[in-house]
């Protein structure tokens, strides 16, 4: 099989199990659930930061390179509390039974909207790890740890997407859009393979990403999950550290799919 056509098999494997992750949410109704899926989401969020993205750009980068993630942190900050003003009082949203202000829901989609671009850039330098293992013939390894990542990340977009009100149909577009970065990806590795300067962005632009997680996780996940899981605390702290363990599982035993 040539490479190009391991490349797009691998890839609709990713696309498929990013399709599974959001249905777990979308399948489940009951709006206390959705606030574990949240907390699950900050774990991973946080999990995917620290155990794979911050090691990854740091050896990749050096200082420089970690020196970029309080630039993603303040660029959200700077997006939904001044550029959209009041974005975090309401988000993800206390419109998730439907009874917030319009006021409200533009300023989850605001939300939604960050945490897409943060997740498909990360999913888009998997790509790139992707194309490169292919090529160098250890393209399984890789394929095993992205969809090991993708699937809990795409549930993660998905509970996100979900409590903001989007309907399903956008949620599943969304998750397809998520998983086709990492055949983008793929494809800019192969267009870029010779250019240096390009794979020296790859650590920035995965410290700069992670600041994102820590700012979507932190600042807007973590206070909705405070909020409104008050009934259940212990279940919903019980599901943050799942999904950091999760992560630190997988970073342990997998690593990163370009080693």
Do not use: C
Not at 38 to 62: I, K, Q, R, S, T
Not at 212 to 232: C, E, M, N, W
């Amino acid at each position: 099989m040539s490479v190009l056509a391991t490349v797009a098999l691998y890839s609709l494997v990713v696309v498929v199990g990013s399709l599974l992750g959001a249905l777990v949410v979308l399948w489940n109704e009951r709006p206390t659930q959705l606030v574990r899926f949240l907390a699950f989401a900050a774990g991973v969020m946080l999990g995917a930061a620290f155990f794979h993205m911050l090691p990854e750009a740091y050896e990749g980068g050096g200082w420089w390179a970690f020196a970029l993630v309080p630039g993603g942190f303040v660029f959200l900050l700077v997006l939904e509390r001044y550029l959209v003003a009041h974005a975090g009082e309401d988000v993800p949203g206390d419109h998730m039974s439907g009874t917030g202000s319009g006021h409200g829901a533009e300023a989850g989609q605001v939300l939604g909207l960050t945490a897409f671009l943060g997740l498909s850039t990360h999913t888009l330098f998997d790509g790139i790890a992707l194309g490169s293992a292919v090529e160098e013939g250890v393209g399984l390894m890789a394929l095993l740890a992205i969809v090991a990542h993708k699937v809990p990340s795409a549930l993660s977009l998905a509970s996100i997407l979900k409590t903001e009100g989007r309907s399903k149909g956008s949620i599943l577009l969304l998750a397809v859009l998520y998983g086709l970065m990492v055949p983008a990806g793929a494809l800019l590795f192969f267009a870029f393979d010779a250019v240096m300067a390009f794979e020296s962005m790859a650590p920035k632009a995965l410290a700069f990403s992670a600041g994102t997680f820590l700012y979507i996780a932190v600042s807007d996940l973590l206070p909705h999950v405070h909020r409104h899981g008050k009934d259940q605390p212990g279940r919903n702290v019980l599901a943050l550290f799942v999904g950091l363990a999760l992560m630190f599982m997988l970073a342990r035993i997998m690593g990163h799919p370009a080693h």
